[in-house]
Structure formats: C-alpha cells, structure tokens
C-alpha cells in the first residue's frame, strides 16, 4: 500500500531538517508533496507549491511581506494562504497525510492547516512546544504532537532519533487503514464525565443495540468542542447531550469551559437532540492551590490531585438554566427535547452526598422551564440522573424523533 504525505513547512530555515525527513519518508515507499510557508530566505531545495502560491492564496503579496517589517501581517497572511492551499490539495486529492516540524511560530501556521482536515485524516506536529499544552493549536481536530525536544534547527544526535520517528509516524499511519464494518450504523454523540458515565454507559448499551453507533465525548472543554465541531460538519445523526458542565466552567471561569455556544449546535444543525443539565453542579479547577481565592470559601471536592470541584450557586445554576433553554430554543419542533433529573444532575448530587443541595438545582430547572419555548417537550422525572430509569427514558426521547424523521 502507498500514498503521499503532504510535508509544509518553511524551507529557508527548516529545508536541511525537511530534506531529512523527506528522504525517509520516500524509503519506505510513499510519495512526498511539499509545500514552503518561508518568507525571508531561499528555500533549501525547490517546493512542489511556493511560498508565493501560499501567499497569493490569502491575497498577500511575497515581496512585501518579505521585507521584514510586517512580521505578524506575514504570519496571518501565510497561515490564511496555507491553511487555503492544504485544504484544496486534499480536495483534490493530492494527499493522504500531513507531517510539519518547528517553534512556536511554525506550529501555529501548520496546525491552522491541519485543522482544516476532516478527523482521521493523519496530521503529525513535530513542535517546540509539543511538550507543553498545545490546545490552542489542535483545536477539535486530532493532531497528533511530537516534541522537537531540542530546537527545529539542524541534525544532531536528538533531532536525528526524533524526525526518524516522526518519518515512521507519519509512514505508519498513512500506510494503516482502519478496516471497514460491512453496514456503518448512524452516528449518536453523547457527551460523558466521570460523574454521569453510569447513565451514559447504560444510554449507549440501549441505543448500540437499536442499531446505532455512539461516539462519547468526554466534557472537558476540547471534548464539547470537537462534539459540536463534528455535528456542524454533518458527521452526526442525533444527539444525547447529557453532560452539559462545561457551562458551568464557562460561567465560573473553570478549566473546562467549550465556550459560551456549549449545546447549540445540535438544536441549530436541526439533528434530534436531548439536552440534560448534567454536572451542572460542578466546575472544574485544577489542584486545590489554583482554585482562585474567591472560591475557597465555598464547597469543594478534590477529585484527584489534579482536579478540584467547585459546588455551583443558585446565582450560576440561574444562568446555566437559562443559557440551556436558549440552546434549545435554537431547535425546530420535533428534533429537540429537555430531560430534568429532580434527584440530583451528578453522582456527587445525590440526597446526602457532597454537591446535594436542592435549592441550587431548582434555580437552573426554573430558569431552564421558564426560558424554554412551549412547543418543546421538558420532562421531569423523580430520579438521580445515573438511575437507570433516566437513561432509559432520555433513549426513548431521542429514539422518537429519530424515527419521526425516517
């Protein structure tokens, strides 16, 4: 089996360390295109498309952005233009997988490229700062991080172990093809924390067996980003939000958040969709020294020496309620419905446990109910959100509209 591997990077000052990694990656018999995003010198050998096809892509022009005087216009002007020529290149089909290497400045103009390739698609970022937290540069899409250790800059007796490794990386998963089921089943996404796996564990086990494939996103924040991100782009068939606490680290200035948009792509991309306030009791901080002093005073819960919960206020339950209703009011009749656990919306608000505290709770099912168009079906139901029997009926819900649109 070959293919091609895309490599983008700037040649001018990267070329020795490409050519390296070029040569490799064609011995084990795949294919290289490259493409040069240098601005200042000569590239080090010629490129299949120039860094003046790059800049033309995002209208700019070479010459200017050469001199050396418009470095962060440079910068935007030839990520917009890469980010334009990779994605027509895989449209065309040139490509079946992406490698690039640099510093900071190189890892931001190739990953702005990556992200613009559907997931599954191999994307490999030998960086500077792949040791460190590199969300900002992934974003939603799997890119895969590599670190350089020591600098982008010539072949040393490090750098020669790591772009070898980076040549087979890139080798082995263009050349690995994961092997098709003979029926691909619809796609359910249904978003998952520690404190609501039983009830989503058990709402994947029901709908798996009525013939669907659920995909389970973990709620940290990229999680709920790359959820929505795949339902925007038509990958999803419905959707079983039941863990909707990154609005709580939204509102609480947690480390989880997924933006203030949390939940509205589903009800906007007209897919049938159960909206539950799940673990809205809690927002999320890391070691119990980074909970912000404002906090300390309020009821908190070390998860593990890495995560500490916050008990959320009947003030921030107020706004997530009513942050949930407007998501849904995004819905049309028929493709939306809202699921309330009376008995508590987390493992940990469950009656005498930590995060029980009813009041809180109440304020974001009233703000929730009293936001909520009156053509939306909200169920109440007299039971703990990992209860079986809640699992069970937000399935049904899903599974009704679902049929409906068949």
């Known amino acids: 089996m070959s293919g091609t591997v895309l490599l983008v990077g700037a040649l001018d000052t990267k070329g020795v360390e490409y050519s390296f990694v070029k040569d490799l990656i064609e011995a084990a018999g795949l294919r290289t295109l490259v493409v040069d995003f240098g601005v200042m010198g000569e590239p080090a050998f010629a490129p299949d498309v120039s860094r003046g096809e790059v800049a033309a ?30 994605e027509r290149l895989y449209g065309e ?28 698609v191999p994307k490999v970022m030998v960086s500077t700062v792949g040791g460190g937290d590199v969300s900002a540069y992934a974003g939603s899409k799997d890119i895969t991080f590599m670190p350089s250790v020591v600098d982008v800059a010539g072949i040393n007796r490090l750098s020669r172990a790591i772009y070898a490794n980076a040549a087979g990386a890139i080798a082995g998963m263009v050349q690995t093809e994961a092997e098709a089921t003979a029926h691909e089943r619809p796609l359910i ?27 389970v996103f973990h709620a940290t924040g990229s999680g709920g980003r790359t959820m929505e991100d795949l339902i925007g782009a038509d990958y999803i068939a419905g959707c079983l939000d039941i863990t909707t606490t990154e609005l709580a680290d939204e509102i609480c200035g947690g480390v989880f958040s997924a933006g203030p948009e949390r939940v509205q792509a589903a009800p906007r991309q007209g897919i049938p969709t159960v909206i539950v306030p ?20 309020r009821t908190l ?13 009947e003030e921030e339950n107020q706004q997530m309620g009513a942050m949930l209703a407007a998501a849904a009011n995004a819905g049309s009749p028929g493709e939306v419905a809202v699921l309330i656990p009376l008995k508590g919306v987390s493992m940990l608000d469950s009656e005498g446990d930590r995060f029980w505290d009813p ?35 937000a399935v049904k819900l899903l599974l009704g509209m679902l049929r409906d649109e068949q």
């Open 359 to 393: 009041a809180a709770d109440g304020a974001c099912f009233d703000a929730l109910k009293n936001g909520l168009r009156a053509d939306i079906p909200l169920i109440e139901m007299d039971a703990n959100i990992n209860d079986p029997e809640f699992a069970e009926q």
């Open 301 to 313: 819960y070390e998860w593990n020496p890495e995560v500490t919960l916050l008990r959320t206020n």
């Open 93 to 120: 089909g040139r490509f079946d997988g992406i490698l690039a290497m640099g510093g900071s400045g190189g890892t931001s103009l190739a990953t702005t490229a990556m992200r613009t390739l559907p997931v599954g």
């Open 278 to 297: 799940g673990c809205v009791d809690m927002a999320n901080f890391g070691g119990i020294e980074t909970v912000p002093e404002h906090y300390r005073e």
């Open 57 to 86: 892509a995002a209208g700019g022009d070479l010459a200017y952005l050469a001199s050396g005087t418009h470095k962060d216009e440079a910068m935007r002007t030839m990520a917009e233009g890469l980010a334009s020529v990779v």
């Open 189 to 215: 996404a249904a978003s998952m924390f520690g404190n609501t796996t039983a009830a989503v564990d058990h709402a994947r086990g029901l709908l798996e067996s009525e013939g669907y494939e659920v995909l």
